[in-house]
């Protein structure tokens, strides 16, 4: 029987560890690198554009124009203004870390490429892409549901704080506990996360290299494509975030189908695809800002620590 060889002898080989991990296939240090550079590049991304987000909600949840939700947000004052802050902030930490880690992850098992460095199909990129989204969506929904009670300013005196909210949640039935509580709609938020995630990792290298080819730092390029990525997935997905958004706001009741949700939104936009797509100025904005500073310092990192996908 053939034995593993022993450090040492890797090391006489001139393939320390470090080195090795790096270039085998689905090795354990490339995971690692991904993972954490993932939470650093959201975690940054959404401190800086939370305040795009809160005032995108607003209009989604009461159907208002920028300057009304900003004057909510005004009279409700600095106090109030990070309100919220906390679950978003750790749900897009972790958000990268499963998105981009399980992306670069499945990715290598997937991909017939042997060098971690080399190319990858369209069609690889896509597929790793969608079974990341699909993931995030599991492990999130439950904060994006708290997330989404808690920016509810109707929903300040009866569950005013995220202890509140999952005391609410609790005193559910085991069942109703996950439909009506935390999981509460999950099947557009898998359909969003998969179909999102699938565009997002499918065109992000394609874009910045044809960025790249007109001579522009890789910073920049990877910058352009995290933008140009964000805004025209945001875009395609916004109403699909409306619907969530609205689904995820109520507290209590009966739970309804998605389609029986559309449709009460429909009704309650009068059928028209403008209030539909109201607040979604501001997702061009926010979508560019968050995709394109995610995207370049994921693509730094990534480049500092090695790393390749």
Known sequence: MTGVPSRSMRMKAGKPDSQEASTLPGGLWVWTKSYVNGAASTLLATLVTFPIYKTIFRQ??????VR?????????????FYRGVLPPLLAKTVQGTVLFGTHDTVLHWLSPQPNLNGPHSLYHCSLAGMVSGFIEALVLTPCERVQNVLQDSRKDVRLPTIRSILQEFNSYGVGKRLKLGYYRGLFPIIFRNGLGSALYFGFKDPIRDAVSEKGLPSGVSSFVSGSVNGVGVSLLLYPLSVLITNMQAQVGGEMRSTGHSFRALWESRQGRVSLLYRGGSLVIFRSCITWGLTTAIYESLKERSGGSS
Not at 60 to 65: C, I, R
């Open 60 to 65: 989604q949840l009461h159907s208002v124009m």
């Open 68 to 80: 009304e939700a900003l004057r909510q947000l005004h009279k409700e004052g600095l106090t109030k």
